[in-house]
């Protein structure tokens, strides 16, 4: 959560509410919703969800914090292409 609260008001969003495992961020790309939750071992599951539809500035910066998070747990993360 610490990683969102830098991230995402970077490219325009403000926090429009918070809890201990979710924010919600709003602005002019859109509004985004991030949650995390715990699951067994080490891992812990983000879940994001943005009003916007198809690929849109929101989307790609979604999936440009994933990247960084990933990268935090484990620095030796590329990007590699899905095709």
């Known amino acids: 959560m610490e990683s969102a609260d830098r991230f995402f008001p970077l490219i325009g969003l403000a ?3 918070a809890d201990a495992r979710s924010r919600s961020f709003s602005g002019s790309l859109g509004t985004l919703t991030l949650s995390v939750k715990m699951e ?23 999936k440009r914090f994933f990247n960084a998070v990933h990268r935090l ?10 095709y």
């Open 15 to 17: 926090r429009a509410a």
């Open 40 to 62: 067994g071992g080490h891992y812990t599951f983000v879940e994001a969800h943005t009003d916007q539809v198809g690929e849109s500035r929101l989307d790609k910066n979604v």
């Open 73 to 82: 747990a484990d620095p030796r993360h590329t990007i590699e292409a899905g």
